[in-house]
């Protein structure tokens, strides 16, 4: 039982009717000074039932209720304070931790599914930071919901089909050189797609050649195709070899070209419906509250990102049968998901309902926007090396005798980049400083990993063995572990949390508040003097690098033993 549980309890049992043991639940205040308790009831929606002051029925409840199981319950104006027995909470807290580990705060399985559109990189154009956010905030998502109970399926959405294929047929046809792009392929394709962009800014035929050839595509010309299916083959190499740096796998990669041939059914049914208008040539679906309808095919019969994005969705239901389907992709695109989710609606698709767009916040240098095709990008794989690259340099510098040197360094430079992503609120973008994701010192993965890593060599030292401490009282009463307590007890909630709002910065900020609680602890404790409560400090510090390893592997992050 938390502790939100125990109160409402022990409220329900003097309430009677008054109150519903949710309502309670929901009413429950964690007070801003600790010397106003750990919870607070406040008594101001009874004062019309009960036709009294709020300052009366708290003074009641404090005097009825039962105090069995805490500290005190003290009445403060129209608050009921309450005040944890906290050698029990420690107690319960410790010994759960202990004996589960880190599956501590794992929920039952559903056996439901959750689908999440994650990554889906462009094919021939460099993998974005934007598409860096979608990877880590994607497969930190899904580890979150696999925690509690549901089966996530990653799906990497690839970029691999649309006009910018005939854009780059062009350009290869007019200056490609197969060996420079065999050599380097998306920096070549890149300079390809830079370059005909430029001249189709003066130069009109070339976006009508493109249309031509994009269509050749659509309609399985042996020629599109094959330069397409190298295209994108060379691109896949290069953004393999990202997601194994960055230790992320998915469950599908169906891009954007698997829905060529589901597309007719979804115009069927449109079609059959009603929902198809003509504009301009083209055929839309008009939409009330928007100011453009979904354009689903142009003029020339090529079908849009909306279109596949129709087909992926009704795919992705019959397959999975999703309970949820989140979409995680930049905030610019919200308006092309609410067109996605207001067109299943007029489909009659109740579950349309159930379709998420999660969007984030843009990344900048130096203050300024990043633009693929000005040029003006932060190229991911030289970055994640230099990443590595400062990680190492750190620990060379504070522990020269690490063992496994490389492959920490490599778990705290690709974590740090990871954490400081998750650790903003999604849609609040934040500025690429290499320097201050990876240090040591400040709101980072590195400080959370060496918190963990410190908290291991103490029980190392000590030679811990949680079992020789199951069953024992664990009682701590300082104010340091007690702050420490409170947070290990919130880890349940936090996680519920961050799920319901799909925002794993809240474990990020969690796991912050809980390395640094559990520093300060240290600096004011000596763990590992021999007296009675040693063994209780070493049970706490145990729980504290368990949920922390817990807290970073929700976020992709590892946790080294030693750093
Ligand atoms: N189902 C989707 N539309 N997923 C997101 C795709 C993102 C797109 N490839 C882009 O880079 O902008």
Redesign the pocket.
């Known amino acids: 039982m938390n502790d939100k549980q125990l109160v409402s309890q022990a409220l329900a049992a003097v309430l009677g009717d008054a109150l519903s043991n949710e309502a309670i639940s929901n009413l429950l205040e964690t007070p801003k000074k600790s010397e106003m308790g750990d919870l607070a009831f406040p008594a101001f929606s009874l004062a019309k039932s009960l036709r009294k002051a709020p300052n009366m029925i708290a003074a009641d409840i404090a005097e009825k209720i039962s105090s069995e199981g805490f500290e005190k319950i003290v009445a403060t104006g129209p608050y009921v304070n309450f005040f944890l027995d906290k050698s029990a909470t420690a107690t319960a807290v410790l010994s759960e931790i202990l004996s589960e580990g880190t599956a501590y705060a794992t929920l039952d399985q559903t056996g439901d599914n959750v689908a999440i ?1 994650m990554s ?3 094919i021939a154009k460099p993998f ?1 930071i ?2 860096l956010r ?1 990877t880590v905030i994607g497969d930190a998502l899904a580890k979150i919901y696999q925690k509690i109970g549901y089966n996530p399926v990653k799906i990497n ?3 691999d089909w649309g006009k910018q294929f005939g854009m780059l047929i062009v350009a290869y046809k007019k200056y490609g050189n197969e060996a420079a792009i065999r050599q380097n392929p998306i920096s070549e394709l890149l300079k390809l797609y830079v370059q005909i962009n430029a001249e189709a800014a003066d130069d009109p035929t070339v976006d009508v050649e493109a249309r031509d050839w994009f269509l050749k595509l659509e309609n399985g010309d042996a020629e599109a195709l094959a330069l397409w299916q190298w295209f994108r083959d060379e691109s896949l190499v290069e953004f393999d070899r990202i997601y194994t740096e960055l230790g992320v796998e998915f469950d599908s990669m169906n891009g ?1 070209a698997f829905y060529n041939d589901k597309m007719d059914e979804i115009i069927d049914i449109l079609s059959e419906k009603g929902l198809l208008t003509e504009s301009e040539g083209a055929t839309v679906v008009e939409l009330e509250g928007f100011e453009n309808p979904a354009l689903i095919k142009k003029s020339d019969g090529a079908t849009l ?1 909306i279109t ?2 129709l087909a ?1 969705a009704l795919y992705r239901k019959r397959t999975y049968k999703f309970a949820k389907s989140l ?1 995680v ?2 905030q610019e ?1 919200s308006g ?2 609410k067109q996605l989710k207001a067109v299943l609606k007029k489909m009659d698709y109740d579950w349309a309902d159930d379709i998420y767009h999660v969007p984030f916040g843009l990344v900048t240098k130096e203050g300024k926007k990043l633009s693929t095709r000005k040029g003006n990008v932060i190229l991911l794989e030289p970055t994640l090396h230099e990443a590595v690259k400062r990680a190492q340099a750190q620990i060379d510098a504070k522990n020269p005798d690490l063992p496994n040197k490389a492959a920490v360094a490599h778990a705290v430079g690709v974590g740090a980049i990871k954490f400081y992503d998750l650790k903003n609120e999604r849609l609040n973008g934040y500025d690429f400083n290499l320097e201050e994701m990876v240090s040591f010192e400040g709101e980072t993965g590195p400080y959370v990993q060496y918190a963990h890593a410190r908290i291991q060599s103490i029980l190392r030292k000590a030679n811990f063995q949680p079992d020789a401490v199951a069953g024992k009282t664990l009682a701590l009463t300082d104010d340091e572990s007690w702050e420490i307590i409170k947070l290990l007890q919130a880890f349940p909630d936090v996680i519920a949390r961050a799920a319901r709002t799909f925002e794993p910065s809240a474990i990020a900020k969690y796991a912050i508040n809980l390395a640094q609680a559990f520093n300060k602890y240290y600096a004011h404790t000596r763990i590992l003097d021999e007296n009675a409560e040693k063994d209780a400090r070493l049970a706490l510090a145990y729980a504290t690098g368990i949920v922390l390893r817990e807290s970073l592997r929700l976020l992709g992050v590892d946790a080294p033993e030693e750093m």
């Open positions: 559109d889906s990189p462009n974005s934007g598409h979608s959405h690839l970029g954007e990102y596949r994005d992926a979409y992709v930049g695109q092309h998901f």
